[in-house]
């Protein structure tokens, strides 16, 4: 059956109107902003005059004179219970009683709202308006505490499937180590009683008992005397003590290792340094244990010469001109009868010794007519070169004081092959004057060093003690 046109009318305005029925209605004016239809453009008198005969302005009068927002407690509480710790999360009793709790909470002013049985009523908008920014910011704190809650939840159980997984793999470790260490113990267990049976029977022959005691003790010795092996030849006490059994092979090994110290020595030493120590060889031969301040010279390195050939004068030069000068060295020549100082250079050669003065040869001491060379015991630099009288330009025995006494008797006695012929006495030494005189030089110690002649007539040369190694 075909539907009329006026009945299909009907129908929808029926269900337009449930539909209107069912909402609740809001009023919306639109005023007009300009008469040309420009976006952005507006006409105040046009707006004013709008707004003036829509009767806007009564109306809001209205609206301000009464409650102007008003909504049932279930929804304000619903939307508002986050702001009020006794609502939040959730309201155990009557709405009504919990939207009051809120409102309490916000600071409402009784003048401010009413409570009516289902709804709320507010008066001022600003109220609202504050209400609903302390939601604002209340939202975003919740989420924060939301995520912040959830997050922790999250990492909470990660945190135990971890603790978990670790305790498994603890587990499980500390079982491998504990049956290591078992093993381990078990093992120790056997050693110690095989090393106390090698201790009680070292002394025996090897045997199976004591066969690894004795190889851990000649082990644990060559190990102990790899590290302490005296580092210089001279070095006798730190060789260590070896035990019963290795008594012969640690003396072998001593042997060898000094051995191996003396060419490891002799390989490092420079050809002046070797003409050094020879001639410092010979020095220890001849005043070693003899002289005081012998000790104290050890140290002192010689030298090729104390005095350059720029440094002799010329004539001299000239005059031994056919003889090749090897040592030069400053001294001082006490006269024979008055003992005054001079100073003067003393020259050697490869046949004679000549004692110099400036341009002027005082005397000359062929090595064939050098009898001797005395010196005292003590730590003075005196020293009497004896010469043979039988030619009559020699004027006797040279009484001398030299800085480098032992550098110039050193290198004298290698010229002249005389290291028999120098004496250390003690006491008084005697030595002749041209004419078959005769005189002595007195020695003895004193606080300070002095040179001066006696009343008996004698040389007198006072020397502090030294101190002796």
């Avoid at 035990?243 to 050809?271: D, N």
């Amino acid at each position: 059956m075909d539907i009329q046109v006026a009945t299909q009318f009907k129908n929808s305005l029926l269900e337009l109107t449930e539909i209107l029925m069912a909402k609740e209605a809001w009023y919306v004016r639109c005023l007009k902003s300009n008469d040309n239809k420009q976006s952005g453009k507006f006409d105040d008198v046009l707006v004013r005059h709008q707004v003036k005969y829509l009767g806007l302005i009564e109306h809001l009068r209205v609206r301000r004179a009464g409650f102007a927002y008003r909504r049932r407690y279930e929804e304000f509480l619903k939307r508002y219970k986050p702001l009020c710790p006794d609502t939040w999360p959730h309201w155990r009793g009557v709405p009504a009683d919990g939207v009051e709790t809120l409102v309490k909470h916000l600071g409402y002013q009784p003048d401010e709202y009413k409570m009516g049985r289902t709804k709320i009523f507010i008066r001022y908008a600003r109220t609202l308006f504050a209400t609903e920014d302390a939601f604002e910011i209340c939202k975003h704190e919740l989420a924060t505490r939301i995520q912040a809650k959830y997050k922790g939840y999250r990492a909470k159980g990660e945190f135990k499937k971890q603790k978990e997984a670790a305790t498994k793999i603890e587990t499980c470790w500390r079982g491998v180590q504990a049956r290591k260490e078992r093993e381990r113990r078990a093992w120790a267990v056997k050693v110690i009683k095989k090393f106390i049976k090698g201790y009680m029977t070292r002394g025996q022959a090897k045997t199976t008992d004591n066969s690894e005691y004795l190889a851990f003790v000649r082990q644990s010795y060559l190990n102990r005397l790899k590290d302490s092996l005296p580092k210089t030849v001279l070095d006798k006490t730190t060789w260590l003590t070896p035990p019963p059994v290795m008594k012969e092979t640690s003396e072998i090994l001593r042997q060898l290792h000094s051995r191996w110290l003396v060419r490891k020595y002799v390989r490092g030493i420079t050809p002046q340094k070797k003409a050094q120590m020879q001639m410092k060889a010979v020095t220890s031969a001849i005043f070693k244990g003899k002289k005081d301040s012998y000790p104290q010279s050890i140290a002192v390195p010689f030298q090729d010469t104390r005095i350059s050939e720029q440094d002799i004068n010329m004539r001299v030069l000239q005059t031994i001109r056919h003889e090749r000068i090897k040592y030069s060295v400053p001294v001082v020549k006490y006269d024979r009868n008055g003992f005054k100082p001079r100073p003067r250079q003393l020259i050697t050669t490869q046949s004679a010794v000549y004692l110099v003065e400036e341009a002027k040869i005082k005397q000359r001491a062929d090595y064939v007519s050098l009898k001797g060379v005395s010196v005292s015991n003590l730590g003075d630099t005196m020293m009497i070169l004896h010469v043979a009288n039988d030619d009559h330009k020699q004027k006797g025995d040279l009484v001398l004081q030299c800085d480098h006494l032992y550098e110039f008797l050193t290198k004298l006695s290698v010229l002249a092959n005389k290291q028999n012929a120098i004496k250390v006495l003690q006491g008084s030494i005697k030595f002749e004057i041209q004419g078959g005189k005769e005189n002595f030089v007195d020695f003895s110690t004193g606080q300070e060093p002095l040179v001066y002649k006696g009343k008996n007539g004698h040389l007198t040369v006072v020397t502090p003690r030294t101190r002796t190694r």
